[in-house]
């Protein structure tokens, strides 16, 4: 039997794909909208292959009024939304500011328009970031959730704060009828054990470990290190890599917890999502090399601008609250990267 019929809107992005095939293995039943603007709909097949099932898919412009709306209509039975949909280059926002407000927000704005409306749905799940948090002073490291926020550092930041904001107002105003969860991501790495979803940037990569898998495989000539006269001990920075399974799985117990406490409560909780270990770039470099074998040339280069020095998470609160912890061995980690850029470079 169902546990409940979750929405999951960006299901065929990188976390989102993860998480619907964790909302598979716990029990509930997925829709999944997505409009590919940074996905394709092999996404769905590698779901299908490692679930065995086929979910219910719409392709939908969440930041579309109509669209959104024609969604709850066609599923009026939805019980509780994970909200991954949204651009998430942080580069691109500062280029392209309008396009990240209107799309984030919007579509923030418009699901939680249906789900106000809708009688039956009663929680959201949110994806939020590390990003709130800007550079914690070093008392504040590592940073739980009751460190202060800080300004963003760029529109993606903003648009993350901004909705933080209005997903707490709007469930203050919902009197418990609404129950909502911001999940604070880390850094997320790695792949699904199978190979078959994982992280697909387009372009150059400018993620870290996508940069690394693709200079490994020999479509990038070396990796360059953004810097190496930080203020950490080896001089790069410092950074919470998260495996994607791991963070997946959190989204379930977010969601079990939303289910559970709708009609109590009023107020956003907020969770970490980090494994609380700072890694280097140098330390995931050396740490890639050696799980896989594979020598990845590097150089040192400027810094990059906007880069924070170090943060890593205090994830006590989600282990303690939603009974979750991310264990994964970081060599498992770093194979699952490995295999899942050998795959998808055999079938391009
Ligand atoms: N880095 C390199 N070389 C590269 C790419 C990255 O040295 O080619 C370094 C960066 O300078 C940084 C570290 O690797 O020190 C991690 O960089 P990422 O770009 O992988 O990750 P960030 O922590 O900079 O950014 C991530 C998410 C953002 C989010 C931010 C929140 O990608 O969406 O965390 O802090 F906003």
Redesign the pocket.
Known sequence: MSKGKILVTGGAGYIGAHTVVELDAAGYDVVIADNFSNSTPDVLDGIERITGKRHSFMEVDCSVREEMRRLFETHPDIDAAIHFAAF???GESVEKPLDYYRNNIDSLLFLLEELTRNSRAGGVVFSS???VYGQPSKSHLPVSESAPLQPAM?P??RTKQICEDILSDTVNAANGRLKSIALRY??PIGAHPSALIGELPRGV?????P?VTQTAIGIRRE?????NDYNTPDG??I?DYIYVCDLAKAHVRAVERVLKLNGVGESLEYFNLGTGRGLS?LE?VNGFMEATGINVPYKI?ER?AG??EQ?WADPSKANEVLGWVADTPLEIVFKSAWEWERKIRQKI
């Open positions: 998430k280059a942080v970031s590390c990003t760029s993606y930041g880390f850094n990569p400018q993620n870290l470990l940069f990796l360059s290190i953004f810097g790069t920075c950074r770039v995931v280069a990059r880069d924070i943060v």
